[in-house]
């Protein structure tokens, strides 16, 4: 890069490390919140011959999402809950601004912010040497 002519800067992201732990309670509790509507009466999947409309709210999205997002739609509905909005969801939303903050700081001062991909070289073949069935 330096014989192409770029100048190498080194920059600091301070928060970077609060990112992961942000994003565990920030996606789950917006995709809870996205997907509250698909209730099989409007959007989404809808079952096949509910009793009654608990039944096919129950059914519906009991069939129409997988364990996992489930699971996710549980995490992100309890952030969002009364008791613990402010504990989780508004305190990740405060580190998502100070990632932002970081960015656009580190923006004022470059123009490219190039980094690594994998915490660390050759980790991929690693993982396949270790489990060659994959």
């Not at 509910?50 to 129409?64: A, F, H, V």
């Not at 490219?112 to 060659?132: M, V, Y």
């Amino acid at each position: 890069m330096r014989k192409l002519g770029a100048t190498i800067k080194e920059i600091s992201l301070p928060n970077m490390q609060h990112a992961i732990p942000a994003y565990y309670v920030i996606a789950p509790a917006e995709a809870s919140s996205n997907l509250s509507r698909f209730d099989g009466v409007r959007f989404g999947y809808r079952c096949a011959d509910p009793k009654d409309l608990t039944d096919l709210y129950k059914r519906s999205r009991g069939e129409g999402f997988g364990a996992e997002v489930q699971r996710r739609i549980l995490v992100g509905a309890y952030a969002l809950s009364a008791g613990y909005y402010d504990a989780y969801y508004l305190q990740a939303q405060k580190i998502r601004r100070l990632i932002k903050n970081d960015f656009m700081a580190a923006f004022a001062e470059v123009d490219i912010i190039l980094g690594p991909t994998t915490a660390e070289p050759g980790l991929e073949n690693w993982r396949q040497e270790q489990r060659p069935d994959r």
